[in-house]
């Protein structure tokens, strides 16, 4: 009973150590990962598998992948372009691309002791440095799909390993997602498990930053392994292990445009829009206490220490929100505010975002992309009425303004305001004087361009009435005639009177 006891508890140990096993220390490549092979003058799949291949007798896999080949491998097939599976393919001759490259890119092959510029779509390999100068930035991709950032100063070698994409970071800083990340102090930093998504950065006191973003990474330096979640980073001191998690600034998401300001714990970003564009201020509140997750020994409270105050913040702007080849990616410390009409741009439409750094050189994720204007054009603006000197009848004391400027622009009229409508057309009633007069119209669009057209006009002066006019009904008299028409008015009266005194007697006399 007691043996059959410890079998089963012996059992349930197993099986709790299968369950409860560690996180394999980052992802291995899928075998559908394929790489690209350009069939050389001479060559035939058994030398291709000879010369590719860790096994060549796995030549087979290769028609596999090529469903245009025929099954004898001693056929020659030149410019063919072949797709081996990547884990087959020998490290040293596993290749990456370099799918983007802005301004200054250099690499240097493995053997050579000169840098030469580097190329769009070129192939790097084994051991070949990639390096960005200053304002420059690079993309390498493996045959994974896996995508490696270059920041501007920074300097990698490519280290495929077993299994594995990998790089080495000598200076600079560099994101990934999927590759296993070496420094040049000998700190490895391993993703766990799929969609991570980190930073690391070699500073120039040649301490190291781990930043993660998403998912986790372990982080081993000196004999220490430490786990560093999401929104935490590490420090790696040179002949030191990494430092427990500690948490990244936090920028405020800035999710709803109506909002001007918002503030997160760490920093408060206004993004106001005005007659001068869109300005952003950014400013800091004062050092803060923030709480640290659990040591590993399984403290159940968490440590309090006194976070890094935010000294700069990353400014990105992009044509496109995936801001894959951004078009300004700069730092700016804080306190500060910037115009973003101002920065140089093109007239178009753009996408910004933005994280803060500490102190500590610890940086925050991305705030959500907002989209915004670049317009220094003045808007369009042409007068239909009225005409240039036109003349109006001198009881014309208001007037009629129409045009046509750009849909939706601010238009004032001397010192009325109205709005164009969806269609670009404003009209507006406007009071002239006698005599002439110019009249201004200015159109204003969104971002504060104006344009002003100005028109001059008159109005006739009261004519002098002629006799023939007093004489129609309703015409004011002239001194004379109003004399004419009083006596008129007095002979008629003395007539009514004389008149009724002569009918008066009669009728006495007769009564």
Do not use: C
Request: net charge neutral; hydrophobic share 35%; aromatic share 6%.
């Amino acid at each position: 009973m007691r043996s059959a006891g410890l079998t089963r508890w012996a059992r349930i140990s197993f099986f709790l150590l299968l369950s409860f096993r560690p996180a394999v220390p980052g992802p291995l490549w899928s075998a559908e990962a394929l790489q690209e092979i350009v069939v050389k003058e001479g060559e035939t799949i058994w030398s291709i598998a000879n010369h590719y291949l860790k096994d060549p007798k796995r030549w087979p896999e290769i028609l596999k992948h090529n469903k245009q080949l025929t099954n004898d491998p001693t056929v020659a097939l030149p410019g063919m372009r072949l797709r081996v599976p990547a884990l087959l393919i020998k490290e040293k001759l596993r290749s990456a691309e370099l799918v983007l490259l802005e301004n200054d890119v250099r690499y240097r092959r493995r053997d050579a002791g000169d840098w030469e510029k580097a190329r769009p779509h070129m192939e790097l390999y084994h051991e070949d440095g990639l390096r960005t100068l200053e304002e420059s930035n690079a993309q390498v991709r493996f045959p994974t799909g896996e995508i490696i950032k270059l920041s501007e100063n920074s300097l990698v070698t490519i280290r495929p390993e077993k299994g594995r994409d990998a790089v080495q970071l000598l200076s600079g800083d560099v994101r990934a997602s999927q590759a296993r990340v070496i420094t040049a102090g000998g700190a490895t930093i391993n993703p766990l498990g799929p969609g991570a998504d980190y930073r690391t950065r070699v500073k120039l006191d040649k301490s190291e930053l781990v930043l993660v973003f998403r998912g986790q990474v372990d982080v081993t330096a000196q004999g220490k392994t430490v786990r560093i979640p999401q929104g935490y980073g590490s420090e790696i001191k040179p002949m030191l292990p990494p430092t427990e998690p500690i948490p990244l600034p936090k920028v405020p998401l800035l999710r709803d445009k109506s909002l001007p300001e918002l503030k997160s714990a760490d920093v408060s970003v206004k993004a106001s829009e005005d007659k001068e564009g869109l300005v952003l201020s950014v400013d800091v509140p004062a050092l803060k206490e923030v709480d640290l997750p659990p040591e590993k020994s399984g403290a159940s409270k968490a440590r309090s220490v006194s976070h890094q105050s935010v000294k700069s913040f990353h400014l990105q702007i992009d044509d496109q929100d995936t801001f894959q080849e951004p078009v300004l990616d700069k730092h700016f410390a804080v306190p500060h505010s910037l115009n973003l009409q101002k920065l140089g741009l093109p007239d178009g439409s753009y996408w910004w975002r933005m994280s803060v750094v500490d102190s500590l050189g610890l940086e925050s994720a991305y705030s959500i992309p907002r989209s915004f204007q670049v317009d220094r054009r003045p808007p369009p603006l042409s007068l239909l009425s009225p005409k240039e000197g036109e003349t109006f009848r001198a009881d014309d004391d208001f007037i009629r303004v129409t045009g046509e400027t750009e849909p939706n622009a601010f238009v004032s009229i001397g010192d009325k305001s109205t709005k164009a409508d969806a269609q670009g057309r404003f009209t507006a009633t406007v009071f002239i004087p006698g005599g002439e007069s110019r009249i201004a119209v200015t159109a204003r669009d969104p971002s504060g361009n104006e344009t002003t057209l100005q028109r001059s006009v008159s109005r006739d002066a009261p004519k002098t009435e002629s006799r023939a006019a007093q004489a129609k009904p309703g015409a004011v008299p002239s001194d004379e005639g109003r004399s004419a028409r009083s006596g008129f008015l007095a002979n008629f009266g003395i007539g009514i009177v004389t008149i009724g005194t002569i009918a008066g007697i009669i009728l006495l006399i007769l009564g």
